[in-house]
C-alpha cells in the first residue's frame, strides 16, 4: 500500500519547479502589461480575476465528475478528488467575487450591481459553501460522500448558466472584450500560473485525504484484530 | 460440496462510525428453522447488526446475503425479509388499519383488506382497528408495529426488542406467533435482554460485546424447553 | 417492478401523506400563513411609481411562495421522520425514485393550493391586474411550482440526516432555485403588462426546461440517496 506512495514522493521535485516557473512568468507578465487607458493600474485586477474564475469553474465541473464516480463505483478515491476540488473551487470563488467586487469598485463606480454573471457566479460560490455544510453534518464517511456527489451534480447546473450569462442576458459584465496582445500574454500567463498552481494544491489535498483515510483504516484494523488502539505506531506505517 | 444454503449469512461484518467501531468482524449464519437470540449490553450493536442484516444500513466492511446472494440487489428482494425496528414506524394519525393497509400496498400483497383485518385480529387489536394510533396505548402500538412489519410473512424475520415493554398476556400472543413461524421453516433473529424469552422459544444465543461476538452457546436451554413440553 | 406497480405504489404514498396532513395540519396552515405575511409586508413596500409596480411585485409574488413553499417542503420531510417512519419505508420495496416522485407530487400539490391561495390576494393588495390572462397565469404557476417542488424534494432528501436540516435546505435550496424565480418573475410580470407573447413564451420554456432537468436529476439520483 505504502510503496504506491514512496514513488510518488518523486512528484514534488517535478511538479514544485515547473509550478514556480509558470507563477513567477504569471507575476512578470501582468507587471509588464500595459497600463488601460481609462483605468490605468487597477485594471490588473482583471487578470487575477478571469483566472481565479476559470479555475473555479473548473474546480466545480470536476466535483461533479468525481460525484458521478463516487455515485458509478462507492470508492472512497472519487471523494478525495471531489472535496479537493470543492476546496480549491471555494477558494478560487471567493477570490473571483472579491477580485470582481474590487474591479467593479474601479471600473463601474460601485462594489455590487445587478448583473447576471455577477447573480450566477454568486449562486456558485453559495453552492460551493453550501457543498461544505452538508458535508460537515454528517458522520458516516460513504454517506457524507453521496450527500456531497449529490449535491456536486445538482449544482453543476450553475456552471454552464455562469458560463453563458453574459451572452444569453443583457448585462453590465463584459463578454470578451478587444485586448492589447502584451495584455493577452499576461492574461494567458496568469491563467497558467493560477491553474498549476491549483492544480498542485489539489493534488497535496487529494494525497492528504487519501492518507488520512488509510490511517483510519488502519486504526480500524487493529481494532477489528481485537487490540484498542490509542494510536498508531511508527512501526505500522513503514 | 453442497454449502448449506443459509437464510441469512454474515461475514466479517464491520461497521465504523466517525472513527468508532460499532460492529467488528461479525459473522452470523442463520438457517430456516433456527432462532437465534442477540444479547449484550446496551450499546453492544445489537440494532446496528440487526439493521445491517436487514441491509438498511451499509457495513463499512463485509458482507450480508440472503439465501445465498448479496443481500437486496434489487428492491423486490425486501420482500424475503421483515425488520421490527426498536420504534414502531407507524404513522400516528392514521387508524391501525390504515397503517396496515400502507404497508400491505406498499408491498404489494395481493389482498390487503383481508391480510391487514387477519393481522389485527391475530394480535387481538381487532377491536381499535378504527383508532388512530397516537390513541392507543403503548403495548398495543408495539403489537401494531409488529405487525406492520411481518404482514407480508416472510422468511426471515429480524425483531429488535419485540418483548420490550409489553404485558404477559400481548407477550404470549407475540410468542405464539414466532413459535408458528419457526415450526414452518422461517429464520429469525431477535435482540432480547430477558433469558425467559430464549428458554420459551429455544434460541440459540449470541453474545455481542463491544461489537464483537464473543460467545455462541448452542441450545443452552432446550433441556429445560422439552422437559416443559413433556409435562 | 412493472411501470403499474410503481405508479400504485406512488398513488398510495401520495394518498398516504395527504390524509396525514389533511388529519394532522403539520405544514399547510404554517404555510398559508407565513405566504400571507410575507405577501401583506412585500405588499407595504409597492408604494413605487406605477411603472415598476408589475416588476417589483411579481417578483414579491414569487420571493413569498419560495418561503412558504419552503416551509411545506421542509415538513413533508419531517412527517416521515416520526417515529421511525422512514426506517419502515426503507424496508418496504421501494425504490428511492418511487419515493422522490411520491413526495414531489405532494410539495407540488402543496404549492400549487398555496399559489392558488396568494395570487388572488396579491393582486388585490398590489393591484396586480392578472385576470386578464388567467390560463397564461395557470401555465406560469404550474410549471414554476414544477421546478420548485423538483428541487426542493431533491435537497430535502439531502438533508434529511441533518440535525440542523431546516437551516441547510434553506441554505442550499436558495441559490438553487434563483434561475427559478427570476423566470417566473419575467413570465408573470409580462401578464401583468399585457404582453403574453414570444418573449413569455421563453420564459415559461425555460420554467419548463428548469423543471425537467431536476425532476429528471432527482428521480436518477434519488436511487443513490436510499441507503444508510
Sequence with gaps: ?238 | MNKPNFAIEAHALSKHVDGQAILVRVDLQLECGQCIALMGDNGAGKTTLLKCLAAIKKPSSGTVCWFGRPAATEVSERRLIALKPHEDCLYTHLTAYENLMFAARMIGLPNPANRSQDILWKLGLSRVSDTPVRQLSKGMRQRLGFGRAVIHDPPIWLLDEPFAGLDDSSRNQILQIIREKRRTGGAICFSTHQDLDIEELDAQVVQLHQGTTFLSQPNASSAFFNRKRAS | MNVLDTAKQVGWLLHKDLVVEYRSRLAWPVMFLLGIIVTIVFSLQTSLPREYLPSTASTMLWLATMFAGLVAIDRTGIAEDQDGCSVGLSLYPLSGSTIYVAKFLVNLCAILVLLGVLVPIFSLVTDLSLAKHVGAMVIVAVTGSAGLAAVGTLVSNLTRDLQQRGAVLSVLLLPLLVPLILAASEATRLIAVDEVGTQWWRWVQLLVAFAIDFATVGIVLSHYLREE
Design chain 1, 1 to 238: 500500500m505504502f510503496s504506491k506512495g514512496t514513488s510518488r514522493l518523486e512528484l514534488p521535485f517535478i511538479m514544485v519547479p515547473v509550478v514556480a516557473v509558470l507563477v513567477a512568468w504569471g507575476f512578470v507578465a501582468v507587471g509588464n502589461a500595459p497600463a488601460e487607458l481609462t483605468m490605468g493600474s487597477a485594471h490588473r485586477i482583471l487578470y487575477v480575476h478571469v483566472s481565479v474564475a476559470w479555475v473555479g469553474l473548473v474546480a466545480f465541473s470536476l466535483m461533479a465528475v468525481c460525484g458521478l464516480g463516487y455515485l458509478l463505483t462507492s470508492k472512497m478515491k472519487w471523494d478525495h478528488w471531489g472535496q479537493a476540488s470543492a476546496e480549491i473551487g471555494w477558494i478560487c470563488s471567493t477570490l473571483t467575487l472579491l477580485t470582481g467586487s474590487l474591479w467593479a469598485h474601479f471600473a463601474w463606480g460601485t462594489w455590487w450591481t445587478w448583473d447576471p454573471r455577477l447573480l450566477t457566479s454568486f449562486v456558485l460560490w453559495a453552492l460551493f459553501s453550501g457543498y461544505f455544510i452538508l458535508r460537515a453534518g454528517v458522520d458516516e464517511p460513504h454517506r457524507r460522500a453521496t450527500l456531497g456527489a449529490v449535491l456536486a451534480v445538482i449544482g453543476f447546473a450553475d456552471v454552464p448558466l455562469v458560463t453563458m450569462a453574459t451572452r444569453w442576458y443583457r448585462g453590465i459584465h463584459p463578454v470578451s472584450p478587444e485586448m492589447d496582445p502584451m495584455m493577452q500574454h499576461a492574461l494567458l500567463a496568469c491563467a497558467l500560473g493560477v491553474s498549476a498552481m491549483m492544480a498542485l494544491l489539489l493534488i497535496y489535498r487529494c494525497r492528504q485525504l487519501d492518507l488520512e483515510k488509510q490511517i483510519l483504516d488502519l486504526k480500524m484494523d487493529v481494532t477489528d484484530q481485537g487490540g484498542k488502539c490509542h494510536g498508531i505506531s511508527r512501526s505500522s506505517l513503514s
